[in-house]
Nanobody, 123 residues
C-alpha cells in the first residue's frame, strides 16, 4: 500500500517556475514507477512525466519535454517535478501517481494517486 501527498502548487506568471513534490508512505515505494499527470477543467487527465524505480529512467510528454524535470529520492520517499518556463496552458491540477513495475503513460495503469495540487499560470 502506498499513500501519496502532493505539495508545491500555486500561482505563477508565464515564464516562471514551480517545483512540485510528492511524499509517499509505504515500504514498497522504491519498487514503484512514479508518474505525474495533470487535468485541466473540461479535459481528460493527461500524462506529464514518469520515472522508473530501478535506473531512474525518465519519460516526458512532448508538451513538457525540455521544460519539466522529474526526479526521485528513494531514501526520502519523494518524487519531484521541477517545472520551468511555465505557460498558461500548463494550468491544471497536477497528480502524483504510483504503480508497481515498469512505467506507463496511461493513467489507468496506476494503482495509487495523490489528491492533486493546483498549478495556475497567468499570462
Amino acid at each position: 500500500q502506498v499513500q501519496l501527498v502532493e505539495s508545491g502548487g500555486g500561482l505563477v506568471q508565464a515564464g516562471g517556475s514551480l517545483k512540485l513534490s510528492c511524499a509517499a508512505s509505504g515500504r514498497t515505494f522504491s519498487s514503484y514507477a512514479m508518474g505525474w499527470f495533470r487535468q485541466a477543467p473540461g479535459k481528460e487527465r493527461e500524462f506529464v512525466a514518469a520515472i522508473t524505480w530501478g535506473f531512474g529512467n525518465t519519460y516526458y510528454a512532448n508538451s513538457v519535454k525540455g521544460r519539466f524535470t522529474i526526479s526521485r529520492d528513494n531514501a526520502k520517499n519523494t518524487v519531484h517535478l521541477q517545472m520551468n518556463s511555465l505557460k498558461p496552458e500548463d494550468t491544471a491540477v497536477y497528480y502524483c501517481a504510483g504503480k508497481p513495475g515498469s512505467y506507463s503513460n496511461y493513467a489507468g495503469g496506476y494503482n495509487y494517486w495523490g489528491q492533486g495540487t493546483q498549478v495556475t499560470v497567468s499570462s
